[in-house]
């Protein structure tokens, strides 16, 4: 069966720090790969996604930047956080195309609870 | 990717049946609906997916006109631990492809 785990879990970084959130999924080859921010009391903001290694779609443009660097292996980054970074982090995995029946079916990790000092 | 439109929030007593309705009048014809569940401080839950008619698996039922501009996500007795934000989705494979978006959600607060 397919897992995924994302970390750490908790965060706590000073304004101007910078930052590195990794997340990982077994069990599957070539995952759809998901990275969100959910603010406090707000709703999920989509941050980027991945179809492939080497392909990752911006849907917000700010300081925060992704990597996959691994099938599946997917990286959120940061050179310098600001304050408006806190949140809660979730990365989340789908099947790619070719064995979808259906729409797209997300699976979300335990999420990063990241707090910008 | 299809617009939709759903509640803000519904209250509920235990117990009771709670359906809620998302819009979506410009859905296209290979588009799905699904619905997830996110409860505080994790992420959202896969709860149903459906293309027409009627789907139900162990926790829910997803109802869908022949329309299918609407849909109603029914919990049948729910509980305390319904207490969640429901999301509904509208996308398949040929309009925005994996892009994701979710939207509001509806709060169900679930009452003793």
């Known amino acids: 069966s397919q897992t995924i785990h994302q970390w750490p879990a908790t965060l706590v970084q000073p304004v101007g720090s910078p930052l590195s959130l990794e997340c990982t999924v077994e069990?599957?080859?070539?995952?759809?790969l998901y990275w969100y921010r959910q603010a406090a009391g707000r709703g999920l903001q989509l941050l980027f996604y991945?179809?492939?290694?080497?392909?990752i779609s911006s849907e917000v443009p700010q300081n925060l930047s992704a990597s996959r660097p691994q099938d599946r292996q997917f990286i959120l980054s940061s050179k310098k956080l600001l304050l408006s970074d806190s949140g809660f982090y979730l990365c989340?995995?789908?099947?790619?195309?070719?064995?979808?029946?259906?729409?797209?079916?997300?699976?979300f990790g335990a999420g990063s609870r990241l707090t910008v000092l | 990717l299809a617009k939709t439109t759903q509640p803000i929030s519904m209250d509920s007593y235990e117990g009771q049946e709670v359906n809620i309705t998302c819009s979506h009048n410009?859905?296209?014809?290979?588009?799905?609906i699904t619905w997830y569940q996110q409860f505080p401080s994790q992420g959202p839950r896969f709860i149903i997916q459906?293309?027409?008619t009627k789907v139900t698996n162990e926790v829910a039922s997803l109802f869908i006109p022949a329309d299918r501009k609407s849909s109603t996500l029914s919990l049948p007795r729910v509980s305390l631990s319904d207490t969640a934000v429901y999301y509904c989705?509208?996308?398949?494979?040929?309009?925005?492809?994996?892009?994701?978006?979710f939207g509001a959600g509806t709060r169900l607060f679930v009452k003793a």
């Open positions: 989705l509208v996308g398949g494979p040929n309009t925005g492809g994996f892009k994701t978006i």
């Open positions: 459906g293309y027409k």
């Open positions: 991945s179809v492939g290694i080497g392909q």
């Open positions: 410009n859905i296209a014809t290979n588009d799905y």
């Open positions: 989340a995995w789908s099947l790619p195309r070719a064995v979808i029946s259906g729409a797209n079916v997300l699976t």
């Open positions: 069990g599957t080859s070539n995952p759809n």
